[in-house]
């Protein structure tokens, strides 16, 4: 199993930025690939982000492109999530999840929440206008 825990949610103005990190620990060397994903009140959960363990190609929802910023540290098994010019619309629960079987197309499996199998428990991010 893997565990996941996120942190550096809070409240920003319009504009600002803001830092999550995912904390991951267990069998960790299973998964392949880390994601974020964000779930708004009364809306699916959408995919912001995600990247490779190994290589550390990265992917983008194309509302957050340019604006956010996925990382990883192999050594400390942690991922984090940089978000500037925060918009009003990126207020929303920020999930951390882990994807450990392997896909024959990164770009279409790492957009689908269903294709993981670890998440973290969320971290609030509000952006006032």
């Known amino acids: 199993q893997v565990q996941l825990v996120e942190s550096g949610g809070g409240l920003v103005q319009a504009g600002g930025s803001l830092r999550l990190s995912c904390a991951a620990s267990g069998r960790t060397a299973s998964s392949y690939a880390m994601g974020w994903f964000r779930q708004a009140p009364g809306k699916e959960r959408e995919f912001v982000a995600a990247i490779l363990w190994t290589g550390g190609t990265t992917y983008y929802a194309d509302s957050v492109k340019g604006r956010f910023t996925i990382s990883r540290d192999k050594a400390k098994n942690t991922v984090a999530l940089q978000m500037n010019s925060l918009k009003p619309e990126d207020t929303a629960v920020y999930y951390c999840?882990?994807?450990?079987?392997?896909?024959?197309?990164?770009?279409?499996?790492?957009?689908?929440?269903?294709?993981?199998?670890?998440w973290g428990q969320g971290t609030q991010v509000t952006v006032s206008s």
């Open positions: 999840a882990a994807q450990t079987k392997k896909a024959t197309n990164w770009g279409i499996s790492l957009r689908r929440f269903r294709e993981y199998d670890y």
